[in-house]
Structures are given as structure tokens and as C-alpha cells.
């Protein structure tokens, strides 16, 4: 007889904590935190209401839980942007995974410009300390890079806000973006032709 080894608690807690969180995302997306309820977010994860209090306690913590992993998903591609790399590399691949995030992950971009419009008031220290610290680090990375002769002269901070409005816009606002392109909603090509553009665009705007 063979039998199954059974997963890990560790694993299986993973598993289920990266389901309700999901969830959660597509929620607090489509109702904001105030609307947004645990029953709803259990369904929509498939888990018993239960689960998400063992996991997270409340709702409250979960919605923390949510923007501090849209937060840290989103810092990831910038590991990418140092010193020794090469300047168009970096900035297109970068784009690239944003634009990526805003065709594969609408909802947490939604959610997070949701808090954003409502003060941040959860995600105010983040945003005054890991997002500064980091921003502060690549504009710096950037700066190098002008004074290196590598791009034109650009404001490291601003490029940035640049690469964040045009890509984030694509989430945030694309009933806007449909509408305007007279369509349902934007799929794959759609996506490229944008990402094609704004890597372009951007480029350019750097000497590259």
C-alpha cells in the first residue's frame, strides 16, 4: 500500500495564507475596505471564514497583510536597476515587469490606489520609510548613471513617479483606457502594444 507523505504544516499554511490573500486582493478591489467582508473574501478563496481568522485575526490585519505584499511585489523589479548595470537593461526590464504586474495583478494596483486616494492612512509609514528609502536608493542608482555620461540628464526621483503613473495606469484606470479604445477590455496585445510604447517613450527620454 503506498501512502501520501503528508505536506508540511509550514507548506500548507503558505499555501493557504497566499490563497486568502488573493482573494482578498480581488475583494478589497471591487468593494474597498469598507465594503469588503470576511464571508465574502472566504468565499471568494474557498477557505471557511474560520481560516481567515486563524491566518489573520481580523479583517483589518488582512488588508495590511494585502498592501504590504502588492507593496513588496512590487519593489522586486527594481533589484534589477544598480550601478553596474546597463541603463537600458535595467529601465526596460523594469518596465516590462510593471507593466506585466498591471496586466497579471489589476486588483492589487487598484487597491493600493484606492488607500492612496483615502490618505494611506494603513500604508503612510510604508510609504514615508521602505518606498522612500528605496525610491531615494535608485534615484541615486540613476543619478550615477547621468553623471557617468550613461543617460541624459534626468531627475532619478521623477523618473520614477514617470514609470509608476504610466504603467499603474493601466490597472487603475482601464475602464478609461477601454472606453477610449472603443473595447471590452485589454488583452495580451493590447498590453504589448503599451508596453512597447511606454518602453520607447521612456527610453528616449533617457538618451537611450
Not at 527594481?78 to 546597463?86: E, L, P, Q, S, Y
Not at 490606489?113 to 540613476?142: C, F, I, M, S, Y
Not at 503613473?165 to 504589448?192: K, R, S
Request: contains cysteine.
Amino acid at each position: 500500500m503506498t501512502h501520501v507523505a503528508e505536506a508540511p504544516k509550514g507548506l500548507i499554511r503558505r499555501a493557504n495564507e497566499a490563497l486568502i490573500l488573493s482573494a482578498a486582493e480581488k475583494v478589497f478591489a471591487r468593494a474597498g475596505f469598507g465594503g469588503a467582508t470576511m464571508a465574502a473574501i472566504a468565499e471568494a478563496s474557498g477557505l471557511p471564514k474560520a481560516n481567515l481568522h486563524y491566518y489573520f485575526g481580523s479583517k483589518e490585519v488582512l488588508y495590511r497583510a494585502v498592501l504590504a505584499q502588492i507593496l513588496s511585489d512590487w519593489l522586486v523589479p527594481t533589484h534589477g536597476i544598480t550601478v553596474d548595470a546597463d541603463p537600458r537593461t535595467a529601465l526596460e526590464q523594469y518596465i516590462r515587469a510593471k507593466m506585466e504586474l498591471s496586466a497579471q495583478r489589476p486588483d492589487g494596483s487598484k487597491v493600493w490606489a484606492n488607500e492612496l486616494l483615502h490618505g494611506a492612512p494603513v500604508v503612510k509609514e510604508l510609504l514615508a520609510t521602505d518606498l522612500r528609502q528605496l525610491t531615494l536608493e535608485k534615484a541615486a542608482v540613476v543619478q550615477a548613471w547621468v553623471d557617468a555620461g550613461r543617460i541624459a540628464p534626468v531627475d532619478g526621483m521623477h523618473l520614477f513617479f514617470t514609470i509608476w503613473a504610466a504603467t499603474q495606469t493601466y490597472a487603475d484606470f482601464d475602464v478609461q483606457v477601454c472606453a477610449v479604445m472603443d473595447q471590452e477590455m485589454l488583452g495580451e496585445q493590447d498590453f504589448e502594444r503599451a508596453t512597447q510604447h511606454l518602453v520607447s517613450f521612456i527610453l528616449r527620454g533617457c538618451g537611450l
